[in-house]
């Protein structure tokens, strides 16, 4: 019985073990092999400048160089300020620096002559020094003017000359303002001329005598008085 069922479960199983077909291994396949190609490396892209647009800024360099040379000029200032204050040295002996002491003598009458020209100048007009500080700050930025003034016979002249033109030319600026300030000067200047007539007027007529002779009476006419001439002018 035991091998009936034994034969009767192999007979079963049998087909199915015949049946299940080994599994084939699959064939290997050849590693493919990548061929490397040494490239050249690549050239680096050129840089591009792009010009920056121009900005406000711009106007800043020439700011600061402006206002450093205005330091560079008031230390300049205060060093000829300080160095004027200073006594001065004694000039050199003529035998030991001949050029020296010689130079020294035309630098001491040269300074004493701009000093009494200034002085000059400051009777004549009482507006110089005035004017004199408005030329003199338009001469640092301009060589010219320097040169003008100092030309001159007469620097102090000449720089109060070129300062009431600078002057001049500055209130030209503003044609209508300029104008008006003409007018009121003209006008100003004739009323003076006016005023001062009718008190010349004034004084001459009341510098002539009285003329007893020429006196009228209520009507108009001339009415010589009785008495004699005479008798009114010599009191006896």
């Known amino acids: 019985m035991s091998d009936n069922g034994t034969d009767f479960l192999d007979d079963m199983t049998q087909p199915l073990v015949a049946t299940e077909t080994p599994e084939k291994p699959e064939p290997e396949q050849p590693e493919a092999v990548v061929e490397t190609v040494d490239t050249p490396p690549e050239a680096p892209a050129p840089e591009v400048t792009t010009t920056p ?29 300080l160095r004027a204050a200073q006594p001065q040295q004694p000039a050199p002996e003529f035998f030991d620096a001949p050029e020296q002491h010689m130079q020294a003598l035309e630098q001491r009458a040269t300074q004493r002559l701009y000093a009494a020209l200034e002085e000059q100048a400051r009777v004549v007009h009482p507006d110089y020094d005035e004017v004199f500080e408005e030329v003199k700050a338009a001469a640092e930025g301009n060589p010219a003017i320097q040169q003008r003034i100092f030309s001159s016979a007469n620097p102090a002249l000449a720089a109060y000359q070129i300062g009431k033109q600078l002057r001049e030319f500055k209130r030209m600026e503003d044609p209508v303002k300029y104008r008006a300030e003409i007018e009121a000067e003209v006008r100003t200047k004739l009323e003076a001329e006016l005023k001062a007539k009718e008190q010349a007027r004034a004084a001459a007529d009341a510098a002539i005598p009285p003329d007893m002779t020429q006196s009228r009476n209520a009507a108009g006419q001339f009415a010589p008085s009785d008495s004699d001439v005479f008798d009114d002018l010599f009191n006896k």
């Open 53 to 81: 647009e121009p900005k406000e800024e711009q106007a800043v360099p020439y700011a600061a160089m402006k206002a450093e040379r205005d330091k560079r000029q008031a230390l300049e200032r205060e060093l000829s300020e």
